[in-house]
């Protein structure tokens, strides 16, 4: 399956949403993240974090395009964070629940 995001086509990975849970903090962003203007609810904006393996977290905001991801683990550091009033940020973390673990970045443990 294949998306259009931005004009590029990017394929769409199966998530598997029992070993995918989100931790959220508002009002926070972070830097360098990538807008998907093809995701215009949260819902949306999620799942389609969840199906790209590489993604780290989504900021999601009620102005403008509202769907940010973050493919690096180095922008949820506390230097790279801020606080802005109509954002939240949510983390994912992909651990299953049973002894399965799928790849994560060194951070995302911390949250777990």
Not at 21 to 27: A, D, F, K, Q
Not at 41 to 61: E, H, I, K, N, Y
């Amino acid at each position: 399956m294949t998306d259009r995001v931005n004009g590029v086509n990017v394929r769409k990975l199966s998530a598997a949403t029992d070993c995918v849970r989100w931790t959220s903090y508002s009002p926070q962003n972070s830097l360098n993240a990538v807008n998907v203007a093809a995701y215009t609810t949260l819902t949306d904006c999620l799942d389609f974090c969840a199906s790209q393996r590489r993604c780290v977290a989504v900021d999601f905001t009620t102005a403008g395009s509202p769907c940010w991801l973050h493919f690096d683990v180095a922008a949820l550091l506390p230097e790279n964070t801020y606080r802005v009033e109509g954002i939240t940020q949510f983390i994912i973390n992909r651990q299953c629940s049973s002894n399965r673990k799928l790849p994560q970045g060194p951070l995302l443990s911390v949250f777990v």
